[in-house]
């Protein structure tokens, strides 16, 4: 049986950290957090991605973008 759970890189930003960010980089954080699949293979898959839906779409100021690449492990 296959399972899947989201891993967060960081989930806590400091004020400074956040304005450091936002000043420096664009206010991206790549990699914050992951959408780990597991008990699947490619086969299995096929072509499927995962598409994002709910309240945190709604979020002022923030969007989220899936990375396309379709890596399997970190």
Do not use: C, Y
């Not at 664009?26 to 096929?46: I, K, M, S």
């Amino acid at each position: 049986m296959g399972s899947l759970a989201f891993w967060d890189d960081k989930n806590s930003f400091g004020r400074d950290e956040v304005t450091d960010v936002v000043t420096s980089g664009g206010g991206v954080f790549p990699n914050a957090f992951w959408l780990v699949v597991e008990g699947f293979n490619r086969q299995t898959l096929g072509a499927a991605a995962p598409s994002l839906s709910g309240v945190a779409l709604g979020f002022p100021g923030i969007a989220i973008t899936p990375n396309p690449s379709g890596r399997i492990s970190r």
